[in-house]
């Protein structure tokens, strides 16, 4: 897969409250990733991602694991931590590539270093702060040198009257899990993993956009999806 796509645009589909699925009917023809439980979504639209990235966790949680199941089914290749081997439904799916990850525990913002950025994913995938981290790895990896970010918000908060209202969907996410869960680490850490990013990319000659009209990342410059599209 090493710059098997070099010179080519991909978007990263982030699972933020902004993300529609009028965006995803638009990307049918464009190669994507998506991450955790985009299938939560799939009952809308017809688009399916070319790559998934599964890295989270959240597999090992029944409540979670049908949505994450479907992502990686649903996509022509699928990128997964190797410790999904564990999951019994996944022997089956032939299109899945296992990776090494590191930083597999929860790691803080003020310890991440740009060198956790990985640059041959076939030795490791760093999964710090947010899902969409390992996937810039492996979209500059493939040899994508113009990257689209949709979906991806940020500014995750608590739930409000039982919803979540972080994603694209007000029950993403069954919040009873961890009650007393860091928001403020968790922001944290996406933005410092999107600075990594950008510096990375910088370096490889990548350039990545953001298309999220509402995000608060603020490390990639911003660009008007219908310019793009």
């Not at 589909?13 to 638009?26: M, Q």
Request: aromatic share 12%; proline share 4%.
């Amino acid at each position: 897969m090493k710059n098997k796509y070099e010179g080519q645009r991909c978007f990263i589909i982030g699972n933020g409250p902004s993300l529609t699925p009028e965006i995803l009917d638009r990307l049918i023809d464009e190669r994507t990733f998506a991450v955790n439980r985009i299938a939560k979504i799939f009952d809308r639209t017809e688009w399916r991602p070319t790559f998934y990235v599964g890295v989270t966790d959240a597999i090992f949680d029944g409540r979670h694991r049908g949505d994450i199941l479907e992502g990686i089914r649903s996509s022509d290749t699928a990128i997964c931590w190797g410790r999904y081997r564990e999951i019994p439904a996944t022997h089956s799916i032939k299109h899945i590539i296992y990776v090494n990850c590191s930083h597999d525990e929860d790691a803080r913002s003020d310890q991440a270093k740009d060198e956790w950025w990985s640059d041959d994913v076939a030795e490791r995938l760093d999964k710090f702060g947010v899902s969409v981290f390992p996937a810039l790895q492996l979209a500059v990896y493939f040899g994508f040198t113009t990257i689209y970010l949709i979906g991806c918000d940020g500014n995750y908060t608590p739930p409000s009257n039982g919803k979540d209202n972080s994603h694209f969907d007000n029950a993403y996410r069954p919040f009873d899990v961890a009650p007393n869960y860091d928001y403020e680490e968790l922001n944290k850490a996406l933005l410092r993993a999107h600075e990594i990013a950008e510096t990375a990319a910088k370096r490889r000659g990548v350039k990545i956009y953001n298309c999220s009209p509402i995000s608060a990342i603020t490390a990639h410059e911003r660009v008007d999806l219908e310019a793009v599209l």
